[in-house]
């Protein structure tokens, strides 16, 4: 069946970058999209951006453009989020969900979401 | 911050009718872009539940219905059951903005 497995929790000082993984299964990874969703603890979802699994073509939300960057390894169907220059509002929970190969589609599968801790 | 508006929270008793609203502007639900819903129960992965305005993935019990109308949209939920409670998000996407937005959410809760 279809799967997105996440890597680990990861904890990060201010300043410091995270990259979290999102492995897909159980379908053709270049005919879907990757968007990345974060929810902060105790707050709604926020749309961080999404990359094609076709052709690596990527869209940002303004409010983290230059500090993401969002890449896909077809050889073994993963997609990549890496955020830099790490602030305590960044602490939340990261999902990956699967989108269409054009984006703005549906996210019909989710990954399980790895907490993302920043603190001194 | 969100651009899609939903009360916080609505609840009702088993087997009772609750409707959530999304309220959008011209430039994401006005705009006839799709709107979906997503059900996220306590401590899991948010769900697919509607799509383009009125759809169900396979596996989604047919008392979970959505509609829109003009920069609205609502997910009505019938035969209110236990299992239902968790929180619920709306979902379009905003030309101003070149991306998915998501609405505030609500907590719909079993009394």
């Known amino acids: 069946q279809i799967q997105l497995v996440q890597s680990g929790v990861e904890v990060k000082k201010p300043g410091a970058s995270v990259k979290v993984s999102c492995k897909a299964f159980g379908y053709t990874f270049i005919n879907y999209g990757i968007s990345w969703v974060r929810q902060a603890p105790g707050q709604g979802l926020e749309w961080m951006g999404w990359?094609?699994?076709?052709?690596?073509?990527?869209k940002y939300t303004h409010k983290v453009q230059g500090r993401v960057t969002l890449t896909a390894d077809t050889s073994t169907s993963t997609a990549y989020m890496e955020l830099r220059s790490l602030r305590s509002d960044d602490t939340a929970v990261y999902y990956c969900?699967?989108?269409?190969?054009?984006?703005?589609?549906?996210?019909?599968?989710w990954g399980q979401g790895t907490l993302v801790t920043v603190s001194s | 911050q969100s651009v899609l508006t939903q009360p916080p929270s609505v609840s009702g008793a088993p087997g009772q009718r609750v409707t959530i609203s999304c309220s959008g502007s011209?430039?994401?639900?006005?705009?006839?872009?799709?709107v979906l819903w997503y059900q996220q129960l306590p401590g899991t992965a948010p769900k697919l539940l509607i799509y383009?305005?009125?759809n169900r993935p396979s596996g989604v019990p047919d008392r979970f219905s959505g509609s829109k109308s003009g920069t609205s949209a609502s997910l009505a939920i019938t035969g209110l059951q236990a299992e239902d409670e968790a929180d619920y998000y709306c979902q379009s996407y905003d030309s101003s903005l070149s991306g998915y937005v998501f609405g505030t959410g609500t907590k719909v809760t079993v009394l």
């Open positions: 011209s430039s994401n639900i006005g705009a006839d872009y799709d």
């Open positions: 383009a305005y009125s």
């Open positions: 969900a699967r989108d269409g190969i054009g984006g703005m589609w549906r996210l019909d599968h």
């Open positions: 990359i094609s699994g076709h052709n690596g073509n990527t």
